[in-house]
């Protein structure tokens, strides 16, 4: 009987204490700020001062929410936010590239953020808020936070320039003389990753200047073709270049880090990608007395429509149906607020959207960049050559690749491209 | 009365056994293709909830026709095959046989042809990615010491190159899981039937042709129908060491485009709708071929 009354007492005793401190967590969870995820692209070695910066913000108990940085380094990424901004719960910040931001922004899946901007009073570019939206935006929305700006760029390595005593290029014609003493001397000229995005970075450096945003405004609504006689141009001038031997031909076998290690190795004189790049270059070359610069001025054609080719990295994004949408603003009023930023410029050596804060600039390239975007910050500068679906942008960099390879000719890779684009419009 | 007793015994013990395996077979293989079937008909992007989806009944199916990347892919994909196909059991049981006939360190013979086997599928990639770089790749390093410096290239990188140089890798990666069921078979051969040939004063290419290789037909059919499934499955190999390139989609596999249509172009209907394709004509190949392997097999 006893150790029947002892069991009971027990199981009362145990059911009190589990009751209380059920209490005592909701009485804290009511308490707890709520976490904000922000799913990010990039690897953490890609933004190495945001984990110091996340900490101490969640240190600080006066801030309003937890911020929670999950860094997944590209590997499945698109595949990991295209389920979870399907669900119930999606994570109240998303980072998306260019193409993938078009295709929510399109769909309404993204929160209009212009009052969100001025509410917290960042004069951002507006020439990097002009495509911060679909490409058929009427209304200008602002779809996501553009992140660095970055000038689609030709680095060269000054001790060889200097050594040979060569002048920076500044057009179609010295870039030839100049490849030309090169090769000569035993080394490439431009070398560039054409297995991927490099490939269609060459065409952007050349259509921004030749053929300008419109055109391709106008293709991307239906109103225009990809393979229009100004595009063709602009993509021969590229295949002249490969032809001088000006963008050595090997670069078709190139990944990025393929070229970069022939740039480093003082192989290759030049090398073409965006200002971004700086960062794999630095990593590369650390430890050595490797020094680099781009080419701050350098016109394909005459009379260009734009001095540069200007793009923004990503887009930092709310999904529309974000359950703590305060909690969500919150956190990116931060990430994206001045302390945040005036870091990454110092740390990272990265041009931020609002000019005020890009103050603190050391880095050789991103100072030259910063002079290149203050005369091309423009909406009409803007690189949109690969604001098109991820198939339609494969073609075009394939294409880029065989016409380097000797294969098709500039005519034939936008030919190629339309076709696949319209292919792709009536299957879906 | 005992024997019916008996048998719903049996009965309720096979199912009993078999249910556990149904039920994972049917929520993980069944089920998704059911899913994969329907959505097929439907226009859902994949970027939004299903339940938006309209349908859209073959429209998906009728595309494939229009399709010039998916056309590339299934020339790729046959000739990727039929180089496998003819390769990777001819070589498994060359191998097989040679380590069968040797006498001393057998064990240790098998175990290092095997090893491709056991190495996981982005661990032979890296691997074979750097032995075909073209900066400094060990490939083109052997080529530039034995005088042959004009034949390098950057074997995956280059279009005339990519295509062979994924099969070879895809040939060095398979051998070994076939050449394990052929030595299986090779093991079962009767002994006292070789002696027979071999005292009729049979050559060795003779009793290879006339007793060992009419002896493991099961085996072989086997292998056959399994690399003819393999080759149209290629997936992981291609994905991560050229992603379908380089140019013009010169090494892209049914299976590749179907993933990439789904997920990264955002076209989830008409990549499983390729998918179904790909499904069915694997389960028809493949039951054609057991059928022939075991009639010839009884014969």
């Given amino acids: 009987m006893s150790k029947k009354l002892f069991s009971m007492f027990l199981a009362v005793v145990l059911s009190m204490s589990l009751i209380l401190c059920t209490g005592v967590a909701s009485a804290q969870s009511a308490t707890e700020r709520p976490t904000v995820r922000v799913y990010i692209k990039w690897s953490e070695a890609q933004l190495p001062n945001w984990p110091a910066l996340i900490d101490a913000y969640n240190a600080d108990a006066t801030n309003p929410v937890t911020i929670e940085a999950n860094y997944f380094g590209s590997e499945g990424y698109d595949d990991k936010v295209k389920a979870e901004l399907t669900s119930d719960d999606p994570p109240e910040i998303v980072q998306l590239m260019k193409t993938t931001f078009n295709d929510y922004a399109a769909n309404g899946d993204l929160l209009e953020l212009t009052d969100f901007i001025a509410q917290n009073g960042w004069d951002y570019n507006k020439g990097a808020l002009a495509w911060a939206g679909p490409l058929n935006n009427p209304d200008n929305g602002v779809y996501g936070i553009p992140d660095f700006a970055n000038t689609s760029c030709i680095f060269y390595n000054t001790k060889i320039f200097a050594d040979l005593g060569l002048e920076v290029p500044t057009d179609v014609e010295s870039l030839k003389a100049v490849a030309k003493t090169l090769n000569e001397k035993g080394y490439k000229a431009i070398v560039t990753g054409a297995t991927n995005w490099c490939a269609a970075d060459l065409l952007a450096k050349t259509q921004a200047q030749l053929v300008g945003s419109g055109l391709l405004v106008k293709a991307y609504n239906g109103e225009a073709k990809y393979n229009d006689p100004s595009m063709v141009q602009a993509l021969q001038i590229v295949d002249d270049l490969v032809k001088a031997n000006a963008i050595d031909p090997s670069s078709a076998d190139y990944t990025d880090d393929d070229a970069i290690a022939e740039f480093v190795s003082g192989k290759a004189a030049m090398y073409s990608a965006h200002t971004g790049m700086a960062t794999s270059i630095d990593s590369v070359a650390a430890g050595t007395d490797f020094s680099y610069n781009i080419i701050e001025k350098f016109n394909f054609v005459e009379n260009p429509l734009s001095s540069v080719a200007v793009t923004w990295g990503s887009m930092w994004c709310i999904p529309k149906n974000v359950k703590n949408l305060d909690a969500a603003k919150a956190a990116m009023s931060f990430l994206w607020g001045e302390t945040v930023a005036k870091n990454d410029v110092e740390q990272l050596g990265k041009i931020v959207n609002v000019e005020a804060w890009n103050a603190g600039l050391t880095h050789p390239v991103a100072l030259t960049a910063s002079k290149q975007l203050a005369g091309a910050g423009t909406a009409d500068s803007f690189y949109l050559l690969d604001m098109v679906s991820s198939k339609v942008m494969d073609n075009l960099c394939k294409g880029i690749q065989e016409m380097i390879q000797g294969k098709v000719t500039p005519q034939q890779v936008l030919d190629n491209t339309q076709a696949i684009w319209e292919e792709e419009s009536a299957q879906k | ?299």
Wanted: overall charge positive; proline content about 3%.
């Fill in chain 2, 1 to 299: 009365m005992k024997r019916s007793i008996r048998q719903h015994r049996s009965t309720k013990w096979f199912l009993a056994f078999l249910t556990p395996a149904l039920v994972v077979y049917t929520l993980f293989w069944i089920l998704p293709i059911l899913l994969t079937g329907i959505i097929s008909l439907t226009d859902w992007k994949g970027t939004s909830r299903l339940a938006t989806a309209s349908f859209v009944g073959l429209k998906n199916f009728q595309n494939l026709f229009h399709d010039s990347i998916l056309s590339t892919a299934v020339i790729n994909n046959l000739l990727y095959g039929l180089v496998m196909i003819i390769a990777v059991p001819v070589m498994s049981f060359i191998v097989a046989y040679t380590i069968e006939s040797f006498v001393h360190k057998k064990v240790f013979f098998r175990t290092v042809a095997y090893l491709p086997a056991i190495l996981p599928g982005i661990v032979t990639v890296l691997l074979w990615k750097w032995i075909y770089n073209p900066s400094y790749g060990l490939l083109n390093q052997f080529l530039d010491l034995i005088g042959l410096d004009k034949w390098t290239t950057g074997w995956i990188t280059n279009s005339d190159t990519a295509l062979g140089a994924v099969t070879f890798t895809s040939i060095w990666k398979t051998v070994p899981v076939y050449f394990v069921l052929f030595m299986a078979g090779l093991q079962a051969v009767p002994q006292d039937l070789i002696e027979a040939a071999v005292l009729d004063g049979a050559s060795r290419g003779q009793t290879i042709l006339h007793v060992t290789l009419p002896s493991i037909r099961r085996v072989t059919t086997i292998v056959y129908t399994l690399v003819f499934i393999d080759t149209f499955r290629v997936f992981e190999l291609v994905y991560a060491m050229t992603n379908g390139g380089p140019g013009y989609y010169n090494t892209e596999m049914i299976l590749t485009y179907a993933y990439k249509t789904t997920f990264t172009n955002s076209n989830a209907s008409y990549g499983m709708a390729i998918s179904m394709v790909l499904i069915a004509l694997i389960i028809v190949v493949a039951a054609l071929q057991m059928k022939l392997g075991n009639r010839l097999a009884d014969d």
